[in-house]
T-cell receptor
Framework: EAGVAQSPRYKIIEKRQSVAFWCNPI?????LYWYQQILGQGPKLLIQ????????DSQLPKDRFSAERLKGVDSTLKIQPAKLEDSAVYLC????????????FGPGTRLTVT | DAKTTQPPSMDCAEGRAANLPCNHS???????VYWYRQIHSQGPQYIIH???NNETNEMASLIITEDRKSSTLILPHATLRDTAVYYC??????????????FGQGTILTVHP
């Protein structure tokens, strides 16, 4: 079974530029999550999709972050404009709705904002 | 905010059992205890979860106290590849949270030769 795919793996941009991350979840997984992990901290949920609908975006900085999941499969997370404090690893995860429904994480995208 | 408490770091000798404690004194009746780990430069990996009974799988064992206020993750024969950050998480398995995970700081487990 193929895992969660993310790209790019690394990205360096200057502040005020825009950036986009892509995630392809495990086939058949209806739920998709984006997390932000700042160095030395645990991951923090930014947004959660159920199919192509948003079920939780309470911690998404909506003035600069946006996310979409067209057709309920792939997802993109965008930051525009980026700030220095956005430097972090952005993790995508997916899960089914079966009992336990553990989340499977991708390798993440390491973003550095200079 | 995370509702669990874990020691910031622990050491373990290779081949010995690693016992990682977690306090979750405010856990409610419909919340499970989940354990994930994160090896350096990788995404978190699911290990095990439980509600009130002890659980075992191919990776680890989970011992939950009878009052459910604490638990211990046991890696029976730790190897160098088990060096990672281990997260203990309370998770609502129902309702509208859709299984949201709230990570804390975790425990850095270092397995040494």
């Amino acid at each position: 079974e193929a895992g969660v795919a993310q790209s790019p793996r690394y990205k360096i941009i200057e502040k005020r530029q825009s950036v986009a991350f892509w995630c392809n979840p495990i086939s058949g997984h209806a739920t998709l999550y984006w997390y932000q992990q700042i160095l030395g901290q645990g991951p923090k949920l930014l947004i959660q999709f159920q199919n192509n609908g948003v079920v939780d975006d309470s911690q998404l900085p909506k003035d600069r972050f946006s996310a979409e999941r067209l057709k309920g499969v792939d997802s993109t997370l965008k930051i525009q404009p980026a700030k220095l404090e956005d430097s972090a690893v952005y993790l995508c995860a997916s899960s089914t709705f079966r009992v336990g429904y553990e989340q499977y994480f991708g390798p993440g995208t390491r973003l550095t904002v200079t | 905010d995370a509702k669990t408490t874990q020691p910031p770091s622990m050491d373990c000798a290779e081949g010995r059992a690693a016992n990682l404690p977690c306090n979750h004194s405010t856990i409610s009746g419909n919340e499970y205890v989940y354990w994930y780990r994160q090896i350096h430069s990788q995404g978190p990996q699911y290990i095990i979860h439980g509600l009130k009974n002890n659980e075992t799988n191919e990776m680890a064992s989970l011992i939950i106290t009878e009052d459910r206020k604490s638990s211990t993750l046991i890696l029976p024969h730790a190897t160098l590849r088990d060096t990672a950050v281990y997260y203990c998480i309370e998770r609502d398995a129902g309702g509208t949270s859709y299984g949201k995970l709230t990570f804390g700081q975790g425990t850095i487990l270092t397995v040494h030769p």
